[in-house]
């Protein structure tokens, strides 16, 4: 059985376990710092890879986002769905949809799910967590919390995603410090201890492929996952 342990960067990590499983392992000191109108942003994955954010061109995105003002604009992404989950903070996000003006209130670890060409505003400062997808994705995001010490995906994946040519993401943003990840697929094994503020991603079309991310010291919230799913 081959093992991989990887504390490399992200260009080690691409195509480490099969041909059709592909990981990206980005530090949070390689992640890149950008600014929007309210405050600052962090791209964590793009999807194509080749996608460009700012030309709309992209399936999916991920990024964490920082809201420094007090009340700010949300950026137009028209044919886009979002889902924003709070990290720190709280904030008001009030809505102007074709049926009418909603407003959520949100604390740490709560969500909402809009859609990006509505215009939005908020009001509070907040650190959070985004995930932006095109018609033929869907997606998740969720809170891994102290209770759940072990957290297994992919096991199995579902024969329909794979034969009609669905690509299976998850992504995992590290809350605290000394989390492992270890992923099997066939005999090979990837193993990984993450940080704060680091983050792991897996994309494959391989049904055979587990991942357990396992947190046995931290309490409260200790990392976030993303689910997606695209029909390539």
Excluded at 87 to 102: I, K, N, Y
Excluded at 119 to 128: N, Q, Y
Excluded at 138 to 167: N, R, W, Y
Aim: charged content about 25%; glycine content about 8%.
């Amino acid at each position: 059985m081959k093992r991989i342990p990887i504390n490399g960067n992200f260009s080690s990590m691409r195509n480490a376990l099969l041909d059709n499983i592909e990981i990206t392992f980005v530090r949070k000191e390689e992640q890149t710092v950008g600014t929007w109108a309210g405050g600052t942003t962090t791209q964590l994955a793009i999807w194509p890879p080749e996608s460009d954010y700012q030309k709309r061109d992209f399936m999916w995105r991920l990024s964490t986002a920082r809201v420094d003002l007090e009340e700010s604009v949300f950026t137009s992404l028209p044919g886009y769905h979002r889902l924003l989950m709070i990290l720190e903070g709280s904030v008001r996000l009030v809505h102007e949809t074709p049926a009418g003006r909603r407003e959520t209130a949100l604390n740490a670890f709560e969500q909402d799910a809009f859609e990006g060409g509505w215009k939005t505003s908020s009001r509070g400062r907040c650190v959070d967590y985004n995930l932006m997808m095109a018609a033929g994705c869907t997606g998740v995001v969720e809170a891994l919390k102290s209770s759940m010490g072990t957290f297994d995906f992919f096991a199995p994946l579902a024969e329909d995603c794979i034969e009609d040519g669905t690509c299976l993401t998850e992504a995992f943003y590290c809350l605290c410090s000394g989390v492992r990840a270890r992923a099997e697929a066939e005999m090979e094994i990837f193993e990984a201890t993450l940080e704060r503020g680091d983050f792991l991603m897996f994309s494959t079309r391989e049904k055979n492929f587990r991942v357990t991310f396992s947190n046995l010291g931290e309490k409260g919230v200790w990392g976030v996952r993303a689910g997606i799913s695209c029909r390539l």
